[in-house]
């Protein structure tokens, strides 16, 4: 009998995920809702309006709540198997949507968004693998959820940097700071996966290995 994916590093038990709810009515989840509608009213007040301010106030409003849905589920005991794949998928839709939209705009060079790109490519790589072992997405890793920090606090300045010329260049230098060290550490995050990925394959092959033998 084929494994059910599960989240990688976690054993199956019969809930699939250790710990995790199949609720998918909680306040965490409606928040991260609530940010994956700022991700299209980003775009439109940036690229069709262009309406800098505003774009800037939604960026702030999706990057300070990244952590807030995530201290309320473990808070009020609202940690759901959906949270935990939104979340992140959240954090990866608001970074790459910014991140085309500034490059459209001359906001960031093509070089930096080619670099989180590889990344993405590099991690959609691992959990495909993952798959085909039965085994779902890894757990969000702290360096992971600090470069995600790091990049979404850097993304508003940047556009401040661009948008108030007043301000541009304490935007731009801090700006800038957070961006280089969110790319760095989610280059880490990513190597850190993978790592992970390699073991629980490997750990795999050798179970099916002896079982065959």
Do not use: C
Request: no cysteine; aromatic share 10%; proline share 5%.
């Amino acid at each position: 009998m084929s494994r059910r994916p599960v989240r990688a590093g976690h054993p199956q038990d019969s809930d699939g995920i250790a710990g995790a709810g199949d609720r998918v009515l909680t306040l965490p989840n409606l928040i991260s809702f609530v940010r994956l509608l700022g991700v299209p009213l980003f775009l439109y007040l940036f690229l069709v309006v262009e309406a800098d301010v505003a774009a800037v106030v939604v960026l702030v409003v999706g990057g300070t709540t990244d952590w807030v849905d995530g201290w309320i589920a473990r808070r009020l005991g609202q940690v759901s198997r959906l949270g935990e794949l939104l979340d992140p998928f959240a954090d990866r839709l608001y970074i790459l949507a910014t991140l085309l939209a500034f490059t459209a705009r001359e906001v960031v060079p093509w070089q930096f968004t080619a670099a989180l790109l590889a990344r993405e490519l590099l991690l959609l790589g691992s959990l495909a693998v993952l798959r085909r072992h039965g085994y779902g997405p890894p757990p969000v890793h702290y360096v992971g959820k600090t470069a995600t920090f790091l990049l979404l606090a850097a993304f508003p300045l940047l556009l401040l940097a661009a948008s108030v010329a007043t301000v541009a260049t304490a935007a731009s230098a801090i700006g800038w700071g957070l961006a280089w060290w969110g790319l760095v550490l989610y280059w880490v995050a990513g190597a850190m996966y993978v790592v992970q990925a390699g073991r629980l394959v490997r750990a795999t092959r050798a179970r099916s290995g002896g079982a065959a033998a």
